[in-house]
Nanobody, 123 residues
Framework: QVQLVESGGGLVQAGDSLRLSCSASGRTFSRHNMGWFRQAPGKEREFVAAITTSGGSTMYADSVKGRFTISRDNTKNTVYLQMNSLKPEDTAVYYC????????????????WGQGTQVAVSS
């Protein structure tokens, strides 16, 4: 497993951009598919985006498609989530997650999780 630490969250206005980072410890980062999930107050955790080990494939939730971009740098053991045109409904705690076994939208397929970073978007 890897240990994950997210950063880059904050309070922004609607229409602004943020880039979240997730740094992983260990030497096996490049073997993990990575995902971003989010959880808003009173709601269940939901899938945001995922990327394969090499970065060659990505997928997104419909709600963020065209606005968010997931990427990774295996030389830096880091995965990113570039968030553009932010909306108030994007307000949530954002978590990154790692999976050795799956490239998936389902949180139960991920073995390692970060502690989360708060994103708040004001209207």
């Amino acid at each position: 497993q890897v240990q994950l630490v997210e950063s880059g969250g904050g309070l922004v206005q609607a229409g602004d951009s943020l880039r979240l980072s997730c740094s992983a410890s260990g030497r096996t980062f490049s073997r993990h598919n990575m995902g971003w999930f989010r959880q808003a107050p009173g709601k269940e955790r939901e899938f945001v985006a995922a990327i394969t080990t090499s970065g060659g494939s990505t997928m997104y939730a419909d709600s963020v498609k065209g606005r968010f971009t997931i990427s990774r740098d295996n030389t830096k053991n880091t995965v990113y989530l570039q968030m553009n045109s932010l909306k108030p409904e994007d307000t949530a705690v954002y978590y990154c997650a790692a999976s050795l076994s799956h490239y998936s939208r389902n949180s139960y397929n991920y073995q390692s999780w970060g502690q989360g970073t708060q994103v708040a978007v004001s209207s």
